[in-house]
Structure formats: structure tokens, C-alpha cells
């Protein structure tokens, strides 16, 4: 799968050469084309914002960059052109799954009040929030989007991780314990350690029902 992510902060975008994602983009099977979209300016001084026409706060990013940045990298419209921002439409798991079938995304980030609303009547496919919450840009919410899909490429990770994850059964997962046995007073709980495995799956299936009962009854409507 290629990426491509536009963004005025290129180098906010340094943890995804780490762990998974980074090894990932190493072993060729992730494509993330980072684009600084200040490179796209025409403008003498690189300025990519300007004051709000009708007045009030803030700065609002200028189309001219935007637009001849997904022209240069996206000219033929094969990308999936998702804007991060706290109107669009929720992300979750189901979204998830349905952008990692895309062959590209192209994610664009908004800093400042936002881009000017041309580029999305233009260009954008879709308004994307992580959340019902408001950051100073749309970098971090374009991390997690990268990093949730990339999961589900190909080889980026294992398949049983995937099925046994919370939200492949409809519940949150049930606790992982490690060695030691015992670590300050708290011991793993027996049946984690018998080798019974019926037992062991009836056990985490009730603390899964347990957890999604305290922090998300939503879930819970059919189990
Ligand atoms: C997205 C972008 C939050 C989200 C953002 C989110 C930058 N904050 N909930 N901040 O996914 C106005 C236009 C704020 C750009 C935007």
C-alpha cells in the first residue's frame, strides 16, 4: 500500500520510521511518501497561510500549495484523499478495515483554523476525526490512521494477533499477564498457568464481558 501524507510539519512524522510501521516501510511492503507542502508554494516568501476572509482568529491554509501538491503526487485521482478533522466522520475499526482494502491513501493535514474549504470541494474524498476532541493539527490523527491500516497490509503483522485483537469479537480484550509469577503481591491467576486451555478460554471470554461491561456497555447490546 502506498501513503502519501501532506503535511506543513514533515518532521512530526519521524515515529513512523519505528518498531512495526518502520520495518514495515524497510522490507518494502508500506510505502509512506511524507510531502512538505510548503515545496509547492509559488510564493516568493514560501507563505502557505493567510487571514480568514470575513475576519476573526487564526490563519487558514492557502489552496494554491495544497492543490499542486495532490496534483504532483496524486494526478490521476487513484488515491483515497481523506482530510483528518473534527468534522468528518468517526474512524473505527470497520473504517479501518475498509481504507487497509484501498491500494493508496492520501492523507491531508490541516494546521491553523484549517485549509480553505476549495481544497476539500476539489480534492477530498472524505473528512476523517479520530475523535471528539480538537488538536492544534491534523499530524497526529494522520499517525494513527497510518498506523491502524498498516496493520492489516499484508505481512505487516501477524494474522492471529489480528483475530484475537478487541474489537474482532465485539469486546475489549480480556488482561495479558508475563513472567514473573508473582510481581509485588500480585499473582497471575491460576488457570493462566494450567495448561487447560478450555478453562482458559472461559476465562478470558468472561474477563473480556467483565472489562466491556465497566467501560463500554454500548458494545454489549447481543452478549
Ligand atoms: C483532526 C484535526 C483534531 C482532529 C485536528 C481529529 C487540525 N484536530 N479529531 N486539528 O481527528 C481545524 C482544521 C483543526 C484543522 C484541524
Redo the contacts with the bound molecule.
Sequence with gaps: MKIDVLTLFPEMFTPLKTSIIGRAVDSGKLDINIVDIRDYTLDKHKKCDDTPFGGGAGMVMMPQPIASAIEAVDPDHEAKRIY?????RT?NQQIVLEYSKAERLLLL???????DQRVLDLYIDEE???????????E??AM?VVDAVSRYVDGVINGESLEQESFASGMLEYPHYTRPQEFKGLKVPDVLLSGHHANIDKWRLEKSKEITRKNRPDLLTDK
Excluded at 483528518?84 to 468528518?88: A, V
Excluded at 476523517?128 to 491534523?138: N, R
Design positions: 483528518l478533522s473534527p468534522k468528518g474512524f493535514c490541516g494546521h491553523y483554523e484549517g485549509v476523517l476525526s479520530i475523535g471528539d476532541f480538537v488538536l492544534t493539527g491534523g497526529i490523527p494513527a
